[in-house]
């Protein structure tokens, strides 16, 4: 139906895999070197991925230096030698001077992913923390990401899986919207949740949020009239998030 913010289901085992590996990010603080760190990445995907994040991070014409430390950190998370980090970097220039993406690039990766869906995933979360290392990405780094997604046979959905999940726990921490929210993606960036989750997590979300701001607790604090005041908004636009999610689940077939 119109409107309907559904993503398309994925193969079981990719879902269950992809759904832990969030639950892991989250725990690490949506820091994906720590969480290859963790959870380790094969050898033979290291020359896909570091030129994967060559070509995103010329997506906007030059590079930059958050580029250049994200590779650096992930370059440490893995422990690679001196000599591996050399190649590392090599890879990564070659990404750079790319102009569009070879087909063998991610092969093995495409070729795995059904019975073996962990190391294309994982790759897929460190590009997505590459494109978004300045916030919420623009559309040449966006796309980018998107290309070398596709390109290691993971549907374009999984991008805006993990995207949605930096907008609600990573993004709203610097700015919070206070503005309406006037779609089902805007209620849970709003509410610190993202699509993928329950209807019953979202609610717990909710009360949480409620509870921070609600005026009764807001009384037994030293707080100034500005901040009441932005409380008493904060409240209001939680609740409206509220209604429009439980109005989307209720209309959805």
């Known amino acids: 139906m119109a409107g309907d913010n559904r993503q398309p289901a994925l193969p079981p085992r ?26 380790r990445l094969p050898r033979w995907c ?21 580029d250049i ?12 030698s001196r000599r591996q980090r050399r190649r590392a970097i090599g890879w990564f220039q070659q990404g ?3 102009g569009q993406l070879p087909f063998i690039r991610g092969l093995a990766m495409r070729l795995s992913r059904r019975l073996w869906p962990a190391p294309a995933l994982k790759t897929a979360i460190c590009l ?32 805006e899986d993990i995207f949605d999940s930096y907008a609600s726990k990573v993004w709203t921490r610097h700015s919070e919207n206070l503005s309406r929210p006037t ?6 960036e709003l509410l610190g949740v993202t699509r993928r989750d329950s209807l019953e997590v979202i609610k717990r979300a909710y009360r949480k949020k409620i509870s921070e701001c609600h005026p009764d607790k807001l009384a037994q604090q030293q707080v100034s009239d500005r901040d009441r005041s932005l409380a008493k908004e904060r409240l209001l636009h939680y609740q409206q998030a509220w209604e429009l999610i439980k109005r989307h689940n209720t209309l959805r077939p």
């Open 46 to 66: 290291r020359h896909s991925l570091f030129f994967f994040l060559g070509y995103i991070a010329k997506a906007d014409g030059r590079v930059t230096e958050a």
């Open 96 to 98: 750079k001077s790319a």
């Open 183 to 188: 779609s089902y993606q805007q209620a849970c």
């Open 128 to 159: 997505c923390h590459a494109t978004q290392l300045n916030g919420r990405p623009g559309k040449p780094r966006r796309y980018r990401c998107e290309d070398a997604i596709d390109q290691i046979g993971l549907p374009v959905s999984i991008s």
């Open 14 to 39: 990719m879902e269950a895999e992809f759904s832990s590996l969030m639950r892991e990010l989250s725990a690490c603080g949506h820091q994906a070197p720590a969480l290859i760190e963790r959870a």
């Open 69 to 80: 430390g994200y590779a650096e950190s992930l370059i440490k998370a893995m422990r690679l």
